[in-house]
């Protein structure tokens, strides 16, 4: 298996209001116990966010990270699940995002961002 990191796109799953799931990817980094995401200057609606808004209403979520190929022994994914918060400026995340996608070196993210506590990982195969 593959680091996850190097994946480009993660799916973060945030708990809404009435219960119910609500799954987004993300763009994201890991540095040990923690992943970080912000959002950024991809075109949104709003930048009142409701991933934002149920984080802030119950932190538990869960990322998966995964990684496609048509050579199926290459399959793998990894579950991430831990507490998140939202901040609305972190040096640390924005040099971490930074440093892998060269479109936030272009255009920085100016947040909020997330930042996510891992608390149990679970991988495949």
Request: charged share 35%; net charge negative; aromatic share 8%.
């Amino acid at each position: 298996m593959q680091r996850p990191d190097s994946e480009p796109l993660a799916r973060l799953a945030t708990i809404r209001p009435d219960g119910s799931p609500r799954v987004v990817p993300i763009c994201f980094v890991l540095d040990g116990d923690t992943l970080y995401s912000a959002v950024d200057e991809k075109p949104k609606r709003t930048r009142q966010l409701a991933r934002l808004a149920d984080i802030e209403g119950d932190p538990r979520v869960e990322i998966v990270i995964d990684h496609y190929d048509d050579d199926w022994t290459q399959l793998w994914w990894v579950r991430l699940r831990g507490r998140a918060r939202v901040v609305e400026r972190d040096e640390r995340t924005l040099e971490l995002l930074t440093a892998k996608y060269p479109q936030y070196r272009e255009q920085s993210p100016q947040g909020p961002f997330i930042v996510v506590e891992i608390e149990q990982r679970t991988e495949w195969p």
